[in-house]
């Protein structure tokens, strides 16, 4: 084994991969390697990329990075799919695949075309399999896209017409999910040129959480090493893979093992980090006896490693891994097991919080409930020990990975709001038996007429309410004092309190109807397991045990961790539903029940699952700092001649034949004389054994220095009333108060401006099309999806249109529209773009949509701005903005800014500023190019502002570039500005200008200085 030092260790060369086990300090070690690649290896942070496999790694590893060195924020830090986005959009012309236009959820798209093929393919015959099955092989497939289909069924006849199916109806929708982009990535860089332009892009790239590849990721990732570049500087590529096979969980979302093992063979180097720093030796000596001589998975083994905490953080001295077990000789039916044990971890909890101190930071305290974490392996078991706990008077919160929607409290507010919206009497009596309504059955059927009335008026405050102000005062209507104190009274009722404001939280804006609402959450309800569902909130932010799945747990930490039910897995029988499983080292899909061989597949699915529970066992025991207790029992064979312990993660785990190493057998049978007290090497480890036996709860007592959470705070804070997130929309909102019309600061006015005198010539080609911001949305939703080479403009903007006219529906044809936009695509910007036209940008060469947010701590005022357009040289066209300008002058830049500049293009090392306009200069029947002329679109820019806004977009693009481009001076890189109005641009050239074509070239200085005056540049 190969210690790496992430401080002093020489950075590996060519393809390493880099074992973190769990607390050895993985995050800290891929910070430490990048600012070394950067300050050591001389690497530009531009040539450096590391990947992750979510978005709050990425912010973690943003922010470490930050704070180490300014430098690397021009390292591209990105989850991996934003790494592979980016990648497509670099190769530009070589990548032949745009990226889907709208990523989403697919469940309906699969629904729906699985359901079509089904009823074509049996149109005319018995149908060899059911809707349902078919529905359940279409998700299978779209699940796993590189999985290979087992031949020889109907199912898979139809699974494979499916799979080709379904990716036409992807391109025609032009959607896809998040691994589509992965997909076509994989497919463009297979193609040699692709392959080296991608290769030779970066000097290193490091990977996080590696062990979470699939078999996809990694073709992407060996590009960088199988297409042998140089790099810059004549060095050869590194790539750095950093992860823990042991760690691997997450096989049910894609994980694949064997990219693990194929990166093992492919690697140059392998190391480990060689220390725990999460956990005390107390814990890690007990758990390296536990884990001695057995693999988690083929050749997946757990290293021995050095201890920066020595000793135990807590006292009394006592040992620190537990097993609880149930007697030898008293084996329990599962319901029985389960009540025993929910009793004794509850028990147990109420021990350490009542005997136990830990030392944190050189200081020793209690031990507080929010030092406990339960692990759990389903949310039903999660809510139920956050029930006992609370029943008992210890502080517990669930964070469950189950959806806001499949809550109690989401199906007492779809019955409120259909009481509400149903005129029936059966509807109306459930809602008033909901808790936010709070009737009782047995107050319904007494007859009492003066209670029902009470409850009756009840919900019709809600429903006022409900319409008048929306859900969130809806709510408050019901939580009047009966309410509150009846639900908080139960074990779960701060729980319940929490999801009856998420709900009223997530129907904000789905109104206004209570019609309209319940349409809304029905929806969600129905589909909350498909779409991108609403995680539950926690439902207190105060001192508590807390509880939550052992896969949210992954990377998190305690100094006591409970495992109550890793000691029983359920047989689960072949169904005849899907199956995926590894042959050869291939993924494979078996779709159907009957076909030959079915029963070696089934064993080999479920013997990848079995080592998958192998490896989430590891994740919970390695989740504890101070203290483990883990619980084990006998339990009663069942009618099928299984008991739920044979198979188990943790059986296996115990009573794995330590003398032939290697992965343990599927289950160990139980028998009388099969008890823990059978296994030597658990008799000579330091693991505690000790029996299960009742024993009281202690009294929980909350701490002294807390506060009463019963005594309201006081707020003596001031708040900043100038502090603010706004936009240039918001910064001259206030000139609506001054005698600028509203139609004028509109982005898109819906009423002609004034900027010119009448003109004559042709019309406009957009003349006669409507004005306002519906059509500007529009025109600037086509402009951003749009690939405008010129060899295909016409078709593509034709299918741009059409699908354009979907979101924004409008009484114009989609032809006429295509055909009237063509000539502002082909028209020359002039000398901003060295007398280019739009279409003569490639898609390499320009960035849509370009969204921004900087702060501005400058506290500067509009006033100052304005004296800053006053330096312009006099012959500037915006020079004069200032007057305008300084009547919004008290208008005070302070907190943030964002937008999005509708497109950046790049003319060599020059960027240009590109925004869009649709403002009408006349009635739009008409408008005729000739209107546009430099001095009018002058006028326009002022009297709408834009001038701010297009400085604003400058010192955006400043910053921006200033980041991500080596080499970047102001001078050199800021090309200019050009606000497009469209509807004056058919190539007419006036005095020399070409009409709706505003150019305006700032000089560099003027941009430099008001970033200064804003305030927040780095």
């Known amino acids: 084994m190969n210690i790496f030092d992430p401080k002093t260790s020489p950075i590996p060369a060519g393809t390493a991969l880099i074992e973190a086990s769990a607390g050895t300090g993985k995050t800290f070690a891929i910070v430490e390697l990048a600012v070394r690649l950067h300050l050591e290896e001389s690497i530009d942070p531009h040539r450096l990329a590391v990947i992750t496999f979510g978005r709050a790694a990425t912010s973690e590893l943003k922010d470490r990075l930050r704070e180490r060195t300014d430098d690397l924020e021009r390292a591209q830090v990105a989850t991996i799919h934003e790494f592979c986005a980016a990648t497509l959009r670099e190769l530009g012309t070589l990548a032949d695949q745009d990226l889907p236009a709208t990523l989403e959820d697919l469940t309906g798209l699969i629904e729906e075309t699985a359901t079509d093929l089904y009823l074509e393919t049996f149109r005319k015959e018995v149908p060899a399999f059911s809707l349902e099955s078919a529905l359940q092989i279409a998700k299978s497939v779209a699940d796993h896209p590189e999985a290979k289909v087992m031949s020889g069924s109907p199912e898979a006849e139809f699974a494979t017409a499916f799979r080709e199916r379904f990716e036409q109806s992807k391109r025609r929708e032009r959607t896809g999910s998040y691994d589509d ?44 090493i199988a297409s042998n570049p140089s790099g810059s500087n004549n060095r050869k590529p590194r790539l750095l893979l950093v992860g823990d096979p042991k760690q691997s969980i997450y096989r049910f979302r894609g994980a694949d093992p064997i990219a693990y093992q194929l990166a093992v063979s492919a690697a140059d180097t392998r190391l480990t980090l060689g220390t725990n720093y999460r956990s005390d030796e107390a814990v890690v000596t007990p758990l390296l006896e536990m884990f001695a001589g057995v693999q988690l998975g083929e050749g997946v083994e757990v290293p021995a490693l050095d201890v ?12 620190r891994v537990r097993l609880r077990c149930n007697e030898p000789d008293k084996p329990g039916t599962i319901g029985t097991i389960w009540n025993q044990i929910q009793n004794d971890v509850v028990a147990e909890i109420s021990e350490l919080l009542a005997e136990t101190r830990i030392n944190t930071e050189g200081k020793t305290r209690e031990l507080l409930p929010s030092d ?31 959806s806001i929607f499949d809550s109690e409290a989401a199906a007492d507010w779809l019955t409120v709001l259909l009481g509400l919206s149903e005129p029936t009497r059966a509807s109306r009596r459930r809602a008033l038996i909901t808790d936010l309504v709070g009737a009782s059955v047995e107050e319904l059927l007494s007859g009492n007429d003066e209670v029902v009335s009470y409850r009756t008026a009840k919900l019709a405050r809600i429903g006022e309410a409900l319409e008048d102000k929306g859900p969130l005062a809806a709510l408050e209507a019901a939580l009047d004092d009966e309410f509150t104190a009846k639900v908080l009274s139960q074990p779960l009722g701060e729980r319940e309190l929490t999801d009856l404001r998420q709900v009223a939280e997530e129907l904000l804006g789905h109104g206004p109807t209570a019609s309209d609402y319940a349409i809304w959450l029905d929806t ?8 991108d569902a609403k995680t539950r909130k926690l439902e207190t932010d105060l001192d508590a045990v807390q509880i939550l799945t052992i896969h949210r747990s992954k990377g998190l930490q305690w100094p006591v961790v409970m495992l109550p039910d890793l000691w029983s897995q359920r047989p689960f029988p072949d169904k005849g539903e899907p199956l995926v499983f590894h042959d050869r080292g291939e993924l494979r899909l078996d779709v ?49 001649g299984v008991a739920n312990t ?37 008799a000579k480890s330091q693991v505690e054994v000790s029996i299960l036996k009742p024993r009281p709860i202690k009294k929980h007592r909350k701490r002294t220095d807390q506060a009463n959470i019963t005594e309201p705070r006081v707020f003596a804070r001031e708040v900043d009333q100038a502090w603010r997130r706004t936009s240039y929309s918001g910064l001259t909102a206030s000139a609506h108060e001054l005698h600028y019309s509203a139609a004028l600061l509109s982005d898109e006015p819906a009423e002609p401006q004034e900027a010119g005198q009448a003109a004559e ?37 034709l299918a741009d249109v059409e699908d354009a006219l979907v979101r924004f529906p409008m009484p114009v044809d989609a032809g006429d529209l295509a055909r009237s936009l063509a000539p502002a695509l082909r028209t020359p910007l002039g000398g901003l773009a060295d007398g280019r036209a739009l279409c003569d940008f490639p898609i390499s060469d320009r960035l849509a949509e370009l969204d921004f947010e900087y702060p501005m701590p400058g506290k500067a005022t509009l006033a100052q701005v304005a004296r800053l357009f006053e330096s312009l040289p006099s012959e500037d066209p915006l020079r004069n903005y200032s007057e305008a300008l300084s009547e919004l002058g008290k208008e005070q830049l302070w907190g943030y800014l964002n937008g999005s500049i509708d497109v950046v293009l790049r003319l060599g090392g020059r960027y240009l500023v590109i925004d869009y306009k649709t403002n009408s200069f006349a009635p739009v029947d008409e408008l005729r190019p000739a209107m546009y002329t430099r001095e009018a679109m002058a006028k326009a820019m002022i009297d709408s502002h834009y001038p701010l806004q297009a400085s604003l977009y400058s010192v955006a693009l400043h910053r921006f570039l200033s980041r991500r481009l080596p080499g970047y001076t102001p001078e050199a890189n800021l090309g200019g500005i050009g606000y497009l109005f469209v509807r004056g641009m058919d190539g007419t050239q006036i005095d020399g200008c070409t009409t709706g074509v505003f150019e305006w070239r700032p000089p560099a200085a003027f941009t430099i200085e008001l970033s200064r005056l804003i305030g927040g540049e780095r």
């Open 372 to 402: 406990i974490a339960v692990l759990v392996r389903t949310n039903d078991r999660g809510r139920e020990y956050a029930a006992a706990l609370s029943a008992a008077g210890i502080p517990a919160a669930f964070s469950g990975a189950d």
């Open 308 to 319: 920066a905490h020595k000793g135990s953080r807590l006292t009394p001295a006592a040992p």
């Open 181 to 224: 982009i992965l997909t076509r990535l994989r497919d463009v860089l297979r193609e040699p040129k692709a392959a080296a332009a991608f290769a030779s892009r970066y000097d290193a790239v490091l990977v996080d959480e590696f062990q979470d590849t699939d078999l996809v990721q990694w073709e992407i990732l060996e590009h960088l």
């Open 646 to 682: 044979s198979a188990s993660p943790l059986q296996r785990l115990l009573f794995a034949d330590r003398s032939r190493p290697g992965v343990p057998l599927r289950s160990y049978p139980l028998s009388r004389f099969n008890t823990l007290q059978d296994l030597p090497w658990l």
């Open 524 to 531: 969600q309800i129905n589909h909350s397991a498909s779409l």
């Open 592 to 640: 159907s029940a009957s076909s030959i061989g079915r029963n070696e597949r089934f064993s080999q699915s479920q013997l990848e699952e079995a080592d998958d529970l192998l490896r989430q066992l590891y994740v919970a025991c390695t989740r504890a700092q101070s203290h483990l207790t883990l619980w084990w029992s006998r339990s009663i064979i069942n009618m099928s």
């Open 761 to 797: 010539g042709r019309l406009s080609p957009l003349a006669g099309f409507p004005g306002g911001t519906s059509f500007g949305s529009l025109v600037h939703l086509i402009y951003e999806t749009l690939d405008w080479a010129p060899e295909s403009l016409e078709q593509n903007l």
